[in-house]
T-cell receptor, first 116, second 117 residues
Framework: GAVVSQHPSWVICKSGTSVKIECRSL??????MFWYRQFPKQSLMLMAT?????????EQGVEKDKFLINHASLTLSTLTVTSAHPEDSSFYIC????????????FGEGSWLTVV | AQTVTQSQPEMSVQEAETVTLSCTYD???????LFWYKQPPSRQMILVIR??????QNATENRFSVNFQKAAKSFSLKISDSQLGDAAMYFC??????????????FGKGITLSVRP
């Protein structure tokens, strides 16, 4: 089946620095990808919709300047957490829609971010 | 706006027994998709089962089946012959049948299922 790869799986960064998380669709083209944040034992919270070749659409309450999303190609979207703070520590997960495969949505493996 | 409600935060089932996880949703649309996702401790989201609203027949996947009641906007998941590996968090989700931004998933709060040996 289709695969979405997310990298890195784990990352630790210092407060004030920026960290980038990649989401790649390995065997299909994804014009749309979604970025979620998940706190322990809670549901997935949609942060933004990443659109290839255009600006991301952010959900209400999500800081655009803090969570930068770039979708420069049909197989890659990146989430950059800028000026990271400890409260940004969380599990981040992406998903991508296979427009040519029944519009199925596939999830990446997720990325654990710890800000120290 | 569409909403998905999972009112039970936790459930437990004896190994080899059957358990049903409840989900209700609210939408004004007639065509949509419903899903159950499993999230084990690894946090990988695994699609368990999918139901198209226009199909009257309930979806089944091996030990997993759903009871889809469109008029009642209910979508429960039945797990038969429960196994230890079924222990996970389960999310009910709704999606419109479109591509692009309109295809985003709306998730319920999830339910933690434990399986007793």
């Amino acid at each position: 089946g289709a695969v979405v790869s997310q990298h890195p799986s784990w990352v630790i960064c210092k407060s004030g620095t920026s960290v980038k998380i990649e989401c790649r669709s390995l065997d299909f083209q994804a014009t749309t990808m979604f970025w979620y944040r998940q706190f322990p034992k809670q549901s997935l919270m949609l942060m933004a919709t990443s659109n290839e070749g255009s600006k991301a659409t952010y959900e209400q309450g999500v800081e655009k300047d803090k969570f930068l999303i770039n979708h420069a190609s049909l197989t890659l979207s990146t989430l950059t957490v800028t000026s990271a703070h400890p409260e940004d520590s969380s599990f981040y997960i992406c998903s991508a829609q296979d427009g040519g495969g029944g519009n199925t949505i596939y999830f990446g493996e997720g990325s654990w971010l710890t800000v120290v | 706006a569409q909403t998905v409600t999972q009112s039970q935060p936790e459930m437990s089932v004896q190994e080899a027994e059957t358990v049903t996880l409840s989900c209700t949703y609210d939408t004004s649309e007639s065509d949509y998709y419903l899903f159950w996702y499993k999230q084990p401790p690894s946090r990988q989201m695994i699609l368990v089962i999918r139901q198209e609203a226009y199909k009257q027949q309930n979806a089944t996947e091996n030990r997993f089946s759903v009871n889809f009641q469109k008029a009642a906007k209910s979508f429960s998941l039945k797990i038969s012959d429960s196994q230890l590996g079924d222990a996970a968090m389960y999310f009910c989700a709704y999606r419109r049948p479109y591509t692009g931004a309109n295809s985003k998933l709306t998730f319920g709060k999830g339910i933690t299922l434990s399986v007793r040996p």
